[in-house]
Each structure stands twice: as structure tokens, then as C-alpha cells.
């Protein structure tokens, strides 16, 4: 997987990926109280243009 962007401040992480078949892949992940959760979302492409339009407003 390629790294397309990367942002990190504890507790909180974000990172999207270009997979190697060409998807968009979303990760957010949170440390609370010793825990680590990710979450890990596969775009569609019309997810991925939608959340481009949102974050360029």
C-alpha cells in the first residue's frame, strides 16, 4: 500500500491509502486508556469524490 496522507496526534491517528488494486483505504485510530482502536474503511469511489468535495468547501 501506498501512504497518501498521514496525520497523527495522540490519542487520535488518520491515514489514507491507495491499496495495490487501486482503492482507497481510511484508517482512524484512537489510544484511550491503554486501548488502541482502528477503524478501517474501504472507499468507493463515490465515497472517496465525496469526501474530496467536503473537505476542498
Known amino acids: 500500500m ?3 496522507f498521514q496525520t497523527g ?4 491517528t488518520l491515514v489514507l491509502e ?3 488494486d487501486g482503492r482507497l483505504r481510511l ?3 484512537l489510544k ?3 486501548a488502541v ?3 478501517e474503511y474501504f472507499l468507493e469511489p463515490e ?3 465525496g469526501l474530496s ?3 476542498t468547501k
Open 9 to 12: 496526534k495522540e490519542p487520535k
Open 27 to 29: 484508517v482512524v485510530g
Open 47 to 49: 465515497e472517496a469524490r
Open 18 to 20: 491507495r491499496t495495490e
Open 53 to 55: 468535495e467536503a473537505l
Open 2 to 4: 501506498k501512504t497518501l
Open 37 to 39: 482502536t482502528m477503524l
Open 32 to 34: 484511550k486508556l491503554g
